[in-house]
DNA sequence: CTGCATCCGCCTCGATACTG
DNA sequence: CAGTATCGAGGCGGATGCAG
């Protein structure tokens, strides 16, 4: 198990000797979205050996970032635990500052719908996101999930829509990074927006940065 | 040159693949501090190789997140590019959750006074700093700095202080992230304060989490 | 079949020596 | 001062094996 320490009596020093190692953000990443068990996780992380994620998961659960749960009898399965929901703040941030980089997305080969909540996630202000009407299907790169404001955020609901956004992700993070302005996508094609003007107006207002 | 990258189509693997590998984080920590040589990056990164920090150095300004100037024939100096600036953004949450874990602290070595501006601008809100009559001196495991509100936000300055403020490093994570009350930690003795009530109460306003 | 443990080739890391 | 060259150690990635 791996214990390589920077050493250093500083703060963002013990927050990289304790996730700083590769693949242990993108397992809270899966974590985000729910507790997984071990499979699941190696099916979103492709490229991660069974002894990786078995050493992540062991450290990172002995270090209380994770709880590991027995369904009574079942298979474990994995999830944040408090301190390790709070690495939800690191997360965000990270997701915004990586769509500064939208062409780094080009030559990228996997691809899961689960993991568009998030990116939504990251910019959504719940404030602004009060005033929704109801929940907008939005399909990013072929792929639709449909969501609505809720008392805990941004989340997935099976309601009907009652607008609809698509574009592909490499024109949701020049968008949301505001490389490029959403009249300009829109004017261009690479949004396709379905719905009242009204609807759509108040949906992107929730994704407008801080109120 | 490093350049094994996790192939998602996601935001969080994007910045991954840019900044996840070992040391890249600490670097980007020297640089906010201000522009620093390479010789001043190593003393400050004990551990890292001169082969490392070299790659990481030139990796990081091709990808645009470094700057490297070379001051009219003498030496280079790296500083942050804009889009590096906004790395910030990801540090600061990094330092709050580092905090979470201040027991971690103990073992280590490694001590910069230079360190301590960091974690208190990751805690400091600038709307309570404007009502500061002066500037502060915190001392933290002995090392001291006198800082002072600022229009770009918290500054180390030369001026006398109104008050001064003196803890550990140990004392301060615990404070900052809550798990312990600044009342129990003054009573405890584990916080030494000098100067007028009201101009203390200004200074810990400021670091009250957000207004 | 799931949840790991073991083994192995390779690449990155860390330390030292050396050079313009 | 600012790197480059080199090399041993160890973490990583992939395949395989196995117990519950």
Redesign the interface.
Known sequence: MSARS?????????????I?E?WT??IV?ELMLGPRRFTQLQENL??IGTNLLSDRLARLTRLGILDRQRADGGHPSYSLSQ?GK??E???Y?????????PD??RD?????PE?NI??LR?YYSPRAGQRWKGAYRVEI?GQALTVAARETGLETVDDDPVATITMD?VTA?KVASGSVSLERAVQAGQISLAGSPADIELFFDAFSGPD
Chains 1, 2 share one sequence.
Not at 6 to 18: E, K, P, R, T
Not at 108 to 112: A, E, F
């Open positions: 920077y050493g250093q009596n500083c703060s963002l020093a013990v927050a990289m000797d304790l700083g590769r953000l993108l990443r492709p490229g301190i709070e690495l703040a690191v997360v941030p990270l997701i915004r500052w990586g769509n500064l980089f780094r997305r990228s080969r996997h691809s899961r993991w998030l990116p990251a790169d992700s993070a």
